[in-house]
């Protein structure tokens, strides 16, 4: 049988090359590096930012800090050249209907300039106008149509006036109103005299006025026609002195925009709308103080000048948007309002843009964890990239917000490519749930947790931190320093060949060693500020750590380091609080009497046992079944339990440690404490690979340094796991010294010969464990208990 492996002190941790760490410390290209591996995420990205077939937007997928954004901003810079400066758009006003303004789509850089000769044409209208209804050649045609209604009118009293002087009657006009008085003694009488004239002589001037009065009405009837002519003759001449004046400011911009159909179909429509505002507005007989001319300039911009949404520089290539709160508002845009005399009121040039417009034509990088929590936004990115066009909407309405007025903007071709960075599980979660997110984002961009450790990587590694030691203001870093940062993001990723992808870590402990290296006024990062960085972590957040160390110490946790016991075994946890994570050792115990109740899992019981412990415990009657129980039925009753245990517990790298206990309880072989035990079992007796290793290891040699090594102690682990050890110095001087000591194991037998002393005992050719060993007592002893069992039942 194989016998369970001692590891040497070479074992226990990597060993990089310190050569190649050298040489990319004095080699100015390793600052060109701004990357470190990713390779199958680095060509799903260049094939789908390189793809422009409908519906290849990128998912990317991976942890934060693992440097998605970085990987896909330097990736995109690279494309950004490549793609023309797209579009510009404004929205201007549909005159016919002001709900639902007109999209212009203009050519890079032409928006400003739109926008600046509107602005010149509104200077120029109100340089002209009211000027151009002063000049002289304006009034005289006003005047001559005054004239003319006046002349009509004249005729028509003075026709009147002549027939009531026939009658001895005269006509007086005054202040508008036509009177009539009899002519007695060749003058007109006063009231008073015509109080005294007879009845009969008053009754025939009372008819005698009647008549001339219907005779007035008869002669002035076609008085409201001649009014409304001379007012028509008078707004005429005010929209030709509108149309004489702004045709040659109009004419000019035609020509300017003469290759530009959509600006000159907006100047066209502009034109009518234009003479009615200046006859409405700057057609004034009345000068206007300078407060008035503010407000005429409010309302022309108000209505002709473009609302500019996105505008670009002609060399500046395919915009590139990080939305950092992508909300329905900040991604499609939103419609400001404003209160007038109590009522809402929004025009377009209330229209605001969102990310989408200002990606339009490029890139857009959104968070996918962010986007999915916004309401509404799923769902109407998704028919924007379906359909193509960008509709700028009001989910709010749909919810209950009402306002008076509203607008329906028209929409905008959408072609722009969007690139999600999202955790895995929501990338799953959509796959499983969203039929159409298959087909909108096809590229998926796997990023790994972990990174080959090679000469490249190395390389890039180290460039990686020159740079930001640099941006720090610092001259240089140490050789053994970097040698020390590539050992600490090795141990991040717990493997002795992979190097951990989350850089910013790297970038963390870099700056807590900046600090302490400023308070000693050094311009060079030495190891002993990483390591000084390190331990005042340590000290920050290990208040947790250190407190359930000072209770093994004293006593309150039963854990023992010497001697042995049976059906009792040191098992290793990992505990993970906040961003500290720590190791400790935890008593597994067991009992076994005869009974048919099974192995019984304490931990579950009480449901403080999670799903993946439980498991690993079941395992264990698979284990026995398989292991001694071919010719007799498998019963016992056995109990196991952690003790001292008072929250939940999840994973299995504790069965192992459990069948040990078990086993040794049920043969009543002790086994050592001065050994403690990881790792997890399948039911053939093999031992798989586990988590934390370093963390279990460290914490088990911390509290027998404080009780004293005597040499025997250690720690048994998977043999799988010997590539994931990056154990720290303390305990490798431990191992080089010979007072403490890793042994790996591959099977269940081993770790029992470790633990017990004892051979655990192979089958031989008549199928029979050797006398004596480990298996043997395991197979009797249950062999005996099922024989009690089964016999009480005969009875």
Not at 67 to 80: D, H, N
Not at 596 to 607: F, L
Not at 742 to 749: F, N, Q
């Amino acid at each position: 049988m194989l016998q369970p492996t001692s590891l040497s002190v070479e074992q226990l941790t990597a060993i990089p090359s310190r050569r190649l760490i050298n040489q990319a410390l004095r080699d100015d290209n390793a600052l060109l590096a701004t990357f470190i591996g990713q390779q199958r995420a680095r060509e799903a990205l260049s094939f789908g930012l390189g793809i422009q077939a409908k519906g290849y937007n990128l998912y990317v997928m991976g942890e934060h800090a693992t440097g998605r954004f970085t990987l896909v901003q330097e990736y995109i810079a690279k494309s950004v050249d490549k793609v023309p400066t797209p579009d510009e758009w404004c929205y201007i006003n549909n005159f016919e209907e002001e709900r639902e303004p007109f999209v212009l789509r203009l050519k890079p850089g032409e928006s400003k300039l739109l926008h600046k000769d509107m602005e010149g044409l509104i200077d120029e209208l109100l340089d002209t106008f009211p000027a151009a209804y002063d000049n002289p050649g304006y009034q005289r045609k006003k005047a001559a149509i005054a004239r003319e209604f006046d002349q009509r009118y004249d005729r028509a009293i003075d026709k009147v006036e002549q027939y009531a002087q026939s009658k001895n009657v005269a006509l007086f006009e005054e202040n508008g109103t036509i009177s009539f008085s009899p002519i007695v003694d060749d003058k007109p009488i006063t009231d008073a005299d015509f109080t005294k004239l007879d009845d009969q002589q008053r009754q025939h001037y009372y008819q005698l006025i009647d008549k001339l009065e219907d005779y007035l009405s008869e002669a002035l009837l076609e008085l409201p026609k001649w009014k409304r002519q001379s007012s028509e003759q008078l707004r005429k001449l005010k929209r030709d002195t509108a149309e004489q004046g702004i045709k040659p400011l109009l004419k000019d911009l035609e020509h300017k925009y003469a290759n530009e159909l959509a600006i000159l179909k907006f100047l066209r429509q502009l034109k009518s709308h234009l003479v009615d505002t200046i006859v409405e507005l700057l057609a004034g007989d009345i000068k206007d103080d300078k407060q008035d001319e503010y407000d005429k300039r409010d309302v022309l911009e108000e209505q002709y000048l473009p609302n500019i949404l996105v505008s670009h520089h002609l060399n500046d290539g395919a915009p590139v948007v990080y939305e950092p709160n992508p909300t329905h508002q900040s991604l499609f845009g939103k419609i400001e309002y404003t209160n007038v005399q109590g009522s809402m009121y929004t025009s377009y040039r209330m229209i605001r843009s969102g990310a989408l417009h200002k990606a339009n034509g490029g890139y857009l990088l959104l968070d996918a964890d962010k986007m999915i929590d916004q309401p509404f936004v799923w769902d109407s990115l998704k028919l924007a990239l379906k359909f193509g066009q960008l509709k700028m909407e009001l989910p709010q309405l749909d919810v209950g917000m009402v306002n008076s007025m509203t607008l329906n903007p028209q929409q905008i071709p959408l072609n722009v490519k969007v690139v999600l960075l999202g955790s895995r599980d929501l990338y799953y979660l959509l796959q499983d749930y969203d039929e159409e997110f298959d087909e909108l984002f096809r590229v998926l961009v796997d990023f790994d947790h972990e990174i080959p450790l090679n000469k490249r990587t190395l390389y890039d590694f180290v460039g990686r931190v020159r740079n930001h030691v640099i941006s720090l203001g610092l001259n240089s870093i140490s050789d053994s320093a970097m040698y020390r940062l590539v050992e600490y993001s090795l141990r991040l990723a717990e493997h002795q060949q992979n190097l951990s992808a989350r850089f910013s870590d790297v970038i963390e402990l870099i700056n807590e060693a900046h600090y302490f290296c400023s308070l000693e006024n050094s311009s060079e990062i030495q190891t002993s500020h990483i390591e000084t960085a390190l331990k005042a972590k340590i000290e920050r957040t290990g208040r947790v750590s250190q407190a359930l160390l000072e209770d093994i110490k004293q006593g309150q946790i039963l854990i023992a380091t010497e001697g042995t016991a049976i059906g009792q075994v040191n098992g290793l946890t990992v505990l993970e609080i906040g961003d500290s994570v720590f190791g400790t050792p935890a008593r597994i115990t067991s009992t076994v009497y005869a009974g048919a109740n099974g192995v019984v899992d304490i931990e579950r019981e009480v449901e403080l046992g999670q799903p993946i412990h439980s498991k690993g415990v079941m395992l264990l009657t698979g284990y026995l079944g398989n292991k001694y129980a071919q010719y007799f039925p498998l019963t016992l009753s056995a109990n196991i339990a952690l003790e001292q245990s008072y929250g939940h517990i999840d994973g299995d790298s504790a069965s192992l440690g459990e069948l040990v206990a078990l086993i040794s309880a049920l043969t009543e072989v002790p086994a050592r404490q001065d050994l403690a035990i990881t790792g997890s079992i399948n039911q053939y007796g093999e031992v798989q690979t586990i988590g934390g290793v370093n963390e279990k290891i460290e914490g088990f040699f911390k509290l027998c340094q404080h009780r004293g090594l005597n040499g025997t102690q250690g720690v048994i682990i998977p043999h799988s796991n010997h590539i994931n050890l990056m154990l720290n110095s303390e305990v490798i001087e431990a191992v080089r010294s010979g007072v403490f000591h890793i042994y790996t194991v591959a099977t269940v037998d081993q770790a029992l010969s470790l633990l017990t002393g004892k051979e655990a005992g192979e089958l031989n050719s008549r199928g029979r464990y050797p006398k004596g060993t480990m298996n043997y007592l395991a197979v009797n002893r249950l062999y005996n208990i099922a024989s009690i069992v089964n016999g009480a039942d005969g009875d």
